[in-house]
């Protein structure tokens, strides 16, 4: 069975950072679709990044040059670094285990697999 797990959110100030965690299990974790997508309250999904099969990694604009994604094949997580954290990175951050894989947004797909999300909130 295929699972994804995110774990790390929590509260932080503005300016501050968070590193999430995505632990995988049930599929060849260094040639997957991974993606990291958010979601406000009261807002659609928000694509946040891509890490393709073959390892290259995009942003959204909004987290480029904040956010980092690295990757630890041994353990099968993939990681977000996130610095200079502001209220509007304020979501519920999910990875998704990508069935179509599109660098600068979210294909979304049926058999997605997705986590069952961690909350990040970013006071001012």
């Excluded at 060849?28 to 991974?34: E, G, Q, V």
């Excluded at 990291?36 to 694509?47: D, K, M, S, V």
């Excluded at 690295?70 to 998704?96: F, G, H, I, W």
Aim: charged share 20%; hydrophobic share 30%.
């Amino acid at each position: 069975e295929m699972k994804v797990m995110e774990s790390g959110g929590g509260s932080v100030q503005a300016g501050g950072s968070l590193t999430l965690s995505c632990t995988t299990s049930g599929f060849p974790f260094s040639s997957a679709c991974i993606y990291w997508i958010r979601q406000a309250p009261g807002a659609t999904l928000e694509w946040v990044s891509t890490r393709d099969t073959v390892d290259h990694i995009s942003y959204a604009d909004s987290v480029k040059g904040r956010f980092t994604v690295s990757r630890d094949n041994a353990r099968n997580t993939l990681s977000l670094q996130m610095d200079s954290l502001k209220p509007e990175d304020t979501a519920e951050y999910y990875c998704v285990r990508g069935t179509w894989c599109c660098s600068g947004r979210y294909c979304q797909r049926p058999n997605d697999v997705r986590g069952q999300g961690t909350q990040v909130t970013v006071s001012s």
